[in-house]
């Protein structure tokens, strides 16, 4: 296997079964350094669990999984990749005992010598990167909105500095408007601190506002991985479905 | 990946300009050692010189413009740099936040007295909400949800009759134990069937079942009634038109009803059995003579004055943890603080109860 470290995730002819039930088969894929992949698929197609099986959250059956290079198996090294890595789940999975400066404060504490007064700083500069003001700082998670909760969420993630950051369906239940800004929160992040993020949606707008290339999840593996203008021309009929009707009706709008 | 080299800072002065120099890795690892000293250039003609920067992230660069706050705004700075500084800098923007204000000493003494008033009062109300739905089940038993009633009584009732057989068991043996010693010094060794029986019918025979199911109900009845509050299932079932108060209160409190008099009654005989097999082994208590001195010396309205206090027991745990429950708001941790105040307030409340009646029964000479 060639060690191109312009490839931050590889996933080789990955399996994974729930008993009889098989996910994933003979399942393909290489991340690039700095680029935003999106991950697409319908209900039920094993995007969160192919999120969650290269995070080493579930063993896979068969296959390997590559971060930086570093094999994922059942005995590798979590402490070496972990603060390499920023991950944001679906419902934000806060701490919901701690305030959101310490939510974001808590991956600091554990994996660096950080202490006040730069613990503070550090927390609430990153509470700001995700545009939100520090008096959110004081507040329980309970306490915020949908879309402050995943802002939260990408803070912690981003505290310290990941190369690699995973979106579980960050804009959904956002608005429009919400979700818009939140793209481009994750882009200009990306651009700036040159992370790779891979982001599992189901948000055109977003796929098509700052996604580099798509990655479709369908009969159990990935059918296929391009820019989204290239998808556009695909005939397979999942994608035809999910961008067809969706971006003619888009088109028809605008008209 | 190059060894980590500590992050410097300084100004350099030299030909009549200042020049910040910013060296080695500035990452959130590499700055924890930093001072927050902050550097002021002497000179206003200011440039700066990162030529031996090593790897930087956000908070490398937050440290920077920490230290050196017009660092941003040097000329000769690599545009990536630019780039990660205005939007370190545009994030650090508005930091400063007020600090929260405690208030007096005498003002957290009145919310406090207030909170407890109010709680008092809360109580209450869902004592009589309690009771209107009891009424209205009663008139209705259609309504009744028997299903939901079974498995209470199932899971509250019949799962916990070991644990409280034991317990009793040995309460009743520890109880005749201590007695003997006393009274074989009086003489008096066939006194201690009084003692076990008395002290098992009146008290321990209710107290211990209702203890056990305070811990153990209670807080099964908060955690479930939260959890289900906390995933919008009360919600779901208001908007169905579905009472909280059948579904979820009734047949706990009705489950607790029905079961306790009869985890209470196996106490007794347990708390019984712990005191025949102690006075038997020990002093020679034979257990036909303790079965009839029981049924001779003891009164039946020992039993009785038990059983009496057994259904407010009941209501009691049951509505602590039903109450504490329903009142679970948002998070784990309203859950968690929730259920430990149903326990509590439940043990609390038998004990104070238990009191009372031991006046009540005293005054009236029972």
Redesign the interface.
């Known amino acids: 296997m060639i060690c191109d470290p312009d490839i931050v995730i590889r996933v080789e002819n990955l399996k994974t079964r729930f008993g009889d039930h098989i996910i994933h088969q003979d399942l393909n894929l290489e991340v690039h350094r700095g680029e935003i992949l999106g991950v697409v698929g319908g209900s039920g197609s094993g995007k969160s669990v192919l999120m969650n099986t290269i995070l080493g959250l579930i063993a896979p059956s068969h296959g390997t999984i590559e971060i930086f290079q570093k094999k994922i198996g059942s005995r590798f090294d979590r402490t070496e990749i972990n603060h390499r890595i920023g991950v944001m789940f679906q419902n934000g999975a806060l701490f919901?005992?701690l305030s959101v400066q310490e939510n974001v404060e808590a991956p600091?504490i554990e994996?660096?010598?950080?202490?006040e007064?730069?613990l503070e700083?550090?927390a609430?500069?990153?509470?700001?990167?995700v545009g939100l003001?520090?008096?959110v700082?004081?507040q329980?998670?309970?306490?915020l909105s949908g879309g402050m909760r995943k802002r939260v969420s990408v803070a912690r993630a981003?505290?310290?500095?990941p190369e690699l950051l995973f979106l579980d369906e960050p804009t959904s239940g956002l608005d429009p408007i919400a979700a818009a800004e939140f793209d481009q929160l994750i882009r200009?992040?990306s651009?700036?601190?040159g992370l790779t993020v891979v982001m599992v949606t189901h948000d055109l707008d977003s796929l098509y506002s700052i996604s580099d290339r798509v990655a479709v999840v369908a009969d159990q593996k990935i059918v296929e991985v391009s820019p989204i203008a290239e998808l556009e021309r695909s005939d397979h009929p999942w994608i035809r479905a999910f961008l067809g009707g969706r971006a003619e009706r888009a088109k028809e709008r605008n008209r | 990946m190059n060894a980590r080299t500590a992050p410097n800072i300084f100004v350099r002065e030299g030909d009549g300009i200042s020049t910040l120099v910013v060296e080695g890795d500035w990452?959130?690892?590499s700055?924890?050692?930093?001072s927050?000293h902050v550097l002021s250039p002497s000179n206003l003609s200011f440039s700066s010189d990162f030529g031996n920067l090593g790897r930087i992230?956000?908070?490398g660069a937050?440290?920077i413009l920490?230290l050196a706050p017009n660092a941003a705004f040097t000329a000769d700075l690599p545009a990536?740099l630019a780039?990660?500084f205005a939007?370190?800098g545009?994030?650090?923007?508005?930091?400063?936040?007020p600090p929260?204000k405690t208030p007096p000493f005498h003002v957290r003494l009145g919310q406090k007295v207030y909170r407890a008033v109010q709680e008092i009062g809360a109580s209450a109300r869902f004592l009589g909400q309690l009771e209107v739905a009891l009424m209205k089940s009663l008139a209705h038993p259609k309504r009744m949800r028997l299903i939901a009633l079974a498995s209470s009584i199932q899971k509250a009732g019949f799962d916990a009759l070991p644990l409280i057989a034991i317990m009793t068991f040995f309460i009743g043996a520890v109880v005749a134990l201590i007695g003997s010693d006393l009274l074989k010094t009086l003489g008096a060794s066939e006194l201690v069937v009084e003692l076990v029986g008395i002290s098992v019918l009146r008290e321990f025979g209710v107290l211990i079942p209702a203890i056990l199911l305070a811990g153990r109900s209670a807080s099964t009845f908060a955690a479930q009634i939260g959890a289900m509050r906390m995933n919008q299932e009360t919600q779901a079932m208001k908007v169905m038109g579905i009472d909280l108060f059948d579904a979820l209160v009734v047949p706990r409190v009705l489950a607790l009803l029905v079961i306790m008099p009869l985890l209470a009654i196996v106490a007794m005989l347990a708390g019984l059995a712990g005191g025949l097999v102690v006075s038997w082994g020990i002093l020679d208590v034979s257990p036909t003579y303790f079965a009839e001195r029981l049924s001779a010396a003891v009164d039946i309205r020992h039993f009785w004055v038990g059983m009496a206090k057994v259904p407010v027991l009941a209501i009691v745990i049951a509505l602590a943890g039903c109450r504490h429950g329903l009142s679970v708001?948002?998070?784990?941790?309203?859950l968690g603080g929730r259920v430990t105040v149903a326990v509590v307030q439940a043990l609390f409340a038998i004990i104070l109860l238990d009191a009372a009646f031991a006046i009540l029964f005293n005054v009236l000479e029972i």
């Open positions: 919901s005992s600091l994996h660096t010598r950080l202490r007064p730069w700083a550090v609430l500069m990153k509470i700001g990167l003001d520090a008096e700082g004081r329980m998670p309970a306490e981003l505290a310290l500095d200009t992040l651009d700036t601190l | 990452t959130a690892i700055i924890a050692g930093l927050g992230d956000s908070a937050l440290a920490t990536n780039d990660l939007l370190v545009s994030a650090m923007a508005d930091r400063d936040v929260i708001r948002g998070d784990v941790e309203d």
